[in-house]
């Protein structure tokens, strides 16, 4: 499983390893191999040219911290810096896939997290989303991941969030959270909130 797990699932959901390092498969178990500096293109059905790109710094294991110690018995997957780059604005393909892939076997899902993660858009210099924390959500229906200690870019100034919900939802998935009794979502390609019923503008709405 890990990381041979993770390339034969992006490579079944049409994403195609465009540069993996040579001591990438260290191993195959879930403690026993590390992999750095990747580079994984996504690609829409029957395209030759990729729609986005995953650019991972490293997938290791390290040992799960009790205060002040360091718990062998808890072992966790850790996937840093992973940042997503869209090359088109508009993309046809689902990058909902990357978080259901089994990089890690189901049961040991929960012992699993990516730290710092960013994505992209074309001309876009600031991050249009980022979380210090992802915890990918195996086989849960609508939800795809949980995310820690956020900024997204709504509006005309950044929005920060103690947690929030990728979804399965809309066209290619959003984020939600509850405010003050009310469930906002927020919608990373269209960049609209929408609060019940109530939709404000955003930085990609015309004036």
Partial sequence: MGFL????????????????????????????????????????????????????????????????????????????????????????????????????PVAKRSAFEWRDFQVFFPQEKTPRLQAKRVYPVARAGALIARLEDLTLQAGSRPLHLSRAEVRAEGRAGVLAWTENSATIRWDLFSGQLTTNTVTQGTQNEKP
């Fill in 5 to 104: 797990a993770l390339v034969a699932c992006f490579l079944a959901n049409g994403l195609r390893a465009a540069s993996l390092p040579e001591n990438g498969l260290a191993g195959a178990r879930f403690g026993a191999f590390a992999a750095t500096d990747l580079e994984i293109a996504d690609y829409a059905e029957n395209s030759l040219e990729p729609e986005a790109v995953w650019k991972i710094k490293s997938v290791s294991p390290e040992h799960r911290r009790l205060g002040f110690f360091s718990v062998k018995l808890l072992p966790i997957m850790v996937v840093r810096d992973v940042q997503l780059d869209f090359i088109s604005p508009n993309p046809q393909t689902n990058w909902l896939d990357a978080f259901r892939c089994e990089w890690v």
